[in-house]
């Protein structure tokens, strides 16, 4: 989810960049209906309603996701068996118009409850200082091996850096507003960020950001 | 690096942002849509499997009531007519040798003053006096 302080900016960001190259991404504007509107009308099975609940939350549930497992595919599965529990049990929701910590709350959980099972699936399928050992990359990368690599690199991080970065540098949210999501200062999210990209771009390489990312 | 690059953090200070597009599962809006889809319908299966779940354990609360009651008048029952019947009737306390299945003649010959002849002991083993 994009905070809401900076949406408007992002979406039309992104509505620009999206009709630049052909593929229209816009949203519809989040926030209105607000979160507690929406979970009424859900808890009635209003499936715009749903619909609109699963596109606005859908993000910062996976950052949450991602930031305990540092695995995209357990995380993408967590997410998806989250928002449907949580959805299938809105009368659950003490306080409608706090949806997206409640839903924070439950993925956290099945997240932490998924990593304590034998045989939990871990990120680094490829270890990213093999790649960036000596910055540079032995063959070219394709698609896949640069998203494992990404997420090695990421795995190296703490769950706080991790959810930071995600939030911050994916999903466009502010300081402020990670701070409150997670219980913190907005100086310490700042924090979490400047170390986490140093990190990244320590594991990843100069050789492969400049390569793939137009560095 | 792109449109979405951040300007709130000082460039120069600050370790430039690095592409996170490829572990975004929502960043391709296709495949979004198609995530969106599956939890909805997901939510729709999961309710009905709840509302059916719920409906079961209500249908049993709802039986449950007449089923206690039932059980209840029943074992009423029952205790009043364990009472109502007569017990078996009182019998002659039993001796040990008795209850061990000694035949009672022969009690009564082995507590007898004098000794028992041969012919005494098999008349009462076999169960007749002589």
């Given at each position: 989810m994009t905070h809401p302080a900076r949406e408007n900016e992002v979406a039309s960001n992104r509505i620009r960049?999206?009709?630049?190259?052909?593929?229209?991404?816009?949203?519809?504007?989040?926030?209105?209906?607000?979160?507690?509107?929406?979970?009424?009308?859900?808890?009635?099975?209003?499936?715009?309603?749903?619909?609109?609940?699963?596109?606005?939350?859908?993000?910062?549930?996976?950052?949450?996701?991602?930031?305990?497992?540092?695995?995209?595919?357990?995380?993408?599965?967590?997410?998806?068996?989250?928002?449907?529990n949580?959805?299938?049990?809105?009368?659950?929701?003490?306080?409608?118009?706090?949806?997206?910590?409640?839903?924070?709350?439950?993925?956290?959980?099945?997240?932490?409850?998924?990593?304590a099972k034998p045989g939990a699936r871990r990120a680094s399928g490829v270890d990213p200082n093999s790649i960036a050992?000596?910055?540079?990359?032995?063959?070219?990368?394709?698609?896949?091996?640069?998203?494992?690599?990404?997420?090695?690199?990421?795995?190296l991080l703490s769950e706080p850096q991790r959810e930071v970065v995600l939030l911050h540098d994916l999903y466009d949210w502010?300081?402020?507003?990670?701070?409150?999501?997670?219980?913190?200062?907005?100086?310490?999210?700042?924090?979490?960020?400047?170390?986490?990209?140093?990190?990244?771009?320590?594991?990843?390489?100069?050789?492969l950001l400049r390569e793939y990312f137009d560095e | 690096?792109?449109?979405?690059?951040?300007?709130?953090?000082?460039?120069?200070?600050?370790?430039?942002?690095?592409?996170?597009?490829?572990?975004?599962?929502a960043g391709d809006r296709a495949r979004f849509d198609g995530i969106i889809r599956s939890i909805t319908a997901g939510v729709a299966v999961e309710r009905v499997q709840l509302r059916t779940a719920a409906g079961a354990l209500g249908a049993l609360g709802q039986l449950s009531g007449p089923a206690i009651a039932a059980a209840a008048a029943v074992l009423i029952a029952a205790g009043a007519a364990l009472m109502l019947i007569p017990g078996p009737a009182a019998s002659p306390p039993r001796s040990f040798a008795e209850s061990a299945g000694i035949p009672h003649t022969l009690i009564e010959l082995t507590m007898s003053a004098g000794a028992p002849t041969p012919d005494q002991l098999i008349g009462a083993i076999n169960g007749t006096s002589r």
């Open positions: 960049l999206e009709r630049l190259i052909g593929n229209d991404a816009s949203e519809p504007p989040p926030q209105s209906p607000s979160d507690a509107e929406l979970v009424m009308l859900g808890g009635r099975g209003d499936a715009a309603a749903l619909d609109a609940l699963v596109r606005r939350h859908y993000r910062a549930a996976y950052a949450v996701a991602f930031a305990v497992t540092a695995c995209a595919d357990d995380a993408e599965d967590i997410t998806h068996d989250a928002l449907i949580a959805l299938a049990r809105l009368d659950q929701c003490r306080d409608p118009s706090r949806f997206g910590q409640w839903l924070a709350v439950i993925v956290r959980n099945r997240a932490r409850n998924e990593l050992a000596d910055g540079s990359t032995p063959r070219a990368m394709d698609r896949d091996e640069l998203r494992i690599a990404i997420e090695g690199a990421m795995a502010p300081h402020d507003a990670i701070a409150e999501r997670l219980g913190t200062s907005a100086g310490m999210s700042r924090q979490h960020l400047f170390k986490a990209r140093r990190q990244l771009r320590e594991t990843l390489g100069p050789e | 690096m792109n449109d979405r690059e951040n300007h709130e953090d000082d460039p120069l200070t600050f370790p430039a942002r690095v592409p996170l597009e490829l572990i975004d599962p």
